[in-house]
Nanobody
């Protein structure tokens, strides 16, 4: 059974940076596509970024393109979300997710989820 655990959230001022990590366990990470989603209070969970199994390319939501970078370390069973130039509207609980299939921007597409890590950006 795949298990995911996020870390790295916290409180940061607008313009600052954070790096989220997601530790993958239970299976071979090389076979799984990975993604990050976020959910702000009172809002639906929204897509942030997704990366193919190979790690060669990633897709990003327009709202984070150019500011966030997703990467993965298959040898270390971990993937990351580097968040720069943070804005108050980035405040949310961030979740990592994975699936054996192709990547998607739709949350139901993913089979496994972490519990989330809170990111708060102050103005």
């Amino acid at each position: 059974q795949v298990q995911l655990e996020e870390s790295g959230g916290g409180l940061v001022q607008a313009g600052g940076s954070l790096r989220l990590s997601c530790v993958f366990s239970g299976r071979t990470i090389n076979n799984y596509a990975m993604a990050w989603f976020r959910q702000a209070p009172g809002k639906q969970r929204e897509f942030v970024a997704a990366m193919w199994r190979s790690g060669e390319s990633a897709n990003y939501a327009d709202s984070v393109k150019g500011r966030f970078t997703m990467s993965r370390d298959n040898a270390g069973n971990i993937f990351y979300l580097q968040m720069d130039s943070l804005k108050p509207e980035d405040t949310a609980v961030y979740y990592c997710a994975s699936t054996l299939g192709i990547i998607s921007a739709r949350a139901p597409h993913y089979d496994y989820w972490g519990r989330g890590t809170q990111v708060t950006v102050s103005s």
